[in-house]
């Protein structure tokens, strides 16, 4: 009873901030519900047996601005993005991921926590003749189970036009049992400004390079419509090919800046790899997700 009375206070305080036109600070959370349901088939006998694995994962984020963000722009959501704002965000989440019985043996739940730390910096100025590029850069850290996963990221790009950028990223993630991965992805994005709201397009286009086995090529395009300043309602298409099979995926969101400190936000999406035949066996595997988040800003 204490917490909800604490998280209803707490909406309540964030709904009577008065409405200020810049910001210096954004915190949020959010909370993720999965489910991932694989079934294999064997093809001479019929039988088939399926594992299904739930996932509930939290996580916190705060993000400081160098400099106050106009939030006159545009939609709300794209504050920073129009404002060509340089930030640095501090991450972490915690989750457990819980098995189903298979077989008749009970599996053990695992825990996993990931934190990080990303950053991009603008340069701007009049005159400038770097005025407009920006950099990219970023270290986050995986801990599921007794693994250790770490990513480090750097991206430069530039505004090519004052509601466009292009960004050339490079990864490499590491761990702690196996040996490294390099990926690298161009990605573009631009905002279609209206009188009322407007049409956010993203597209990536990525390959990640796995030694000893065939490189991985992503694909993601997507845009959000926002209806007006403080609505906008986005989905996202991913298409991944790895070793001869492709990984489909999509997802759907949608926030509410219910004035302009506070933000609710909800999202659903849904991966489905290629059923992938054995000698015998057939497997089928299906991920589905929702996240419900919110986040503050003054």
Partial sequence: MFKKTAL??????????????????ELGGDYTMGQTDSTVKDRDTGASRSNNVDSDVGRLNGTWYMENVDTSKGPLSEAA????????????SDGEVQLSQVEGEN???????RYGIESRYVAEGPGWKLS???VDLGYNRFEPGDLEVDNYNIG??????PNTTVVVNYGNTSVNNGGDVDSYALDLEHMFLMSKGGFKARATAGRTIISGRDDVDTYVVGG?????NNIGIGADYLNKGVDGYEVQGWQVNSEWFINEAFAVNLAYSQLDPDDIDFTNVKLE???????????FRF
């Fill in 8 to 25: 209803v206070a707490g909406i309540g305080l964030a709904l009577s901030v008065t409405a200020q036109a810049d910001y210096r600070w």
């Fill in 81 to 92: 993005f129009l404002d060509h704002a340089s930030n640095i965000t501090l991450s972490g």
């Fill in 107 to 113: 599996l053990s739940d695992e825990d996993g926590q």
């Fill in 132 to 134: 407009g590029w920006l």
């Fill in 156 to 161: 430069i790009g530039k505004y090519v036009t």
């Fill in 224 to 228: 959000t419509w926002y209806l007006s």
């Fill in 285 to 295: 595997q299906e991920t589905d997700a929702l996240t419900l988040g919110a986040k």
